[in-house]
């Protein structure tokens, strides 16, 4: 397994979620990350992406309420979700930025109730 995304859960609207993703070593150096989500019924999107250097870019629909961060010594990229609203639900993975099939893992599972 070379990525494991963790930290889904069950939530009410309004509330917040912080996601983890931890990749095998070296997997992320030097690429830029992203977090990307599917509901169901709809295409994977990309929502929040994060560069080596710190960068960050949020699609229009979680900006002002996502946060992406990452720590490059560990291999690791966070996802702090606020404000989480039922439209969020969905599955959360997180690749690199083009995504890479070969590192897709199973995701984790947001949750958003009204």
């Known amino acids: 397994v070379r990525v494991v995304e963790s930290g889904g859960g069950l939530v009410q609207a309004g509330g917040s979620l912080r996601l983890s993703c931890a990749a095998a070593?070296?997997?992320?150096?030097?690429?830029?990350v992203g977090w990307y989500r599917q509901a169901t019924g709809k295409q994977r999107e990309l929502v929040a992406r994060i560069s080596r250097g710190g960068d960050a870019y949020y699609e229009d629909s979680v900006k002002g309420r996502f946060t992406i961060s990452r720590d490059n010594a560990n291999n690791t990229v966070y996802l702090q979700m606020n404000m989480l609203k039922p439209e969020d639900t969905a599955v959360y993975y997180c690749n690199i930025v083009p995504p890479n099939r070969a590192l897709w893992g199973k995701g984790t599972l947001v949750t958003c109730s009204s």
């Open positions: 070593k070296n997997i992320f150096a030097g690429n830029t």
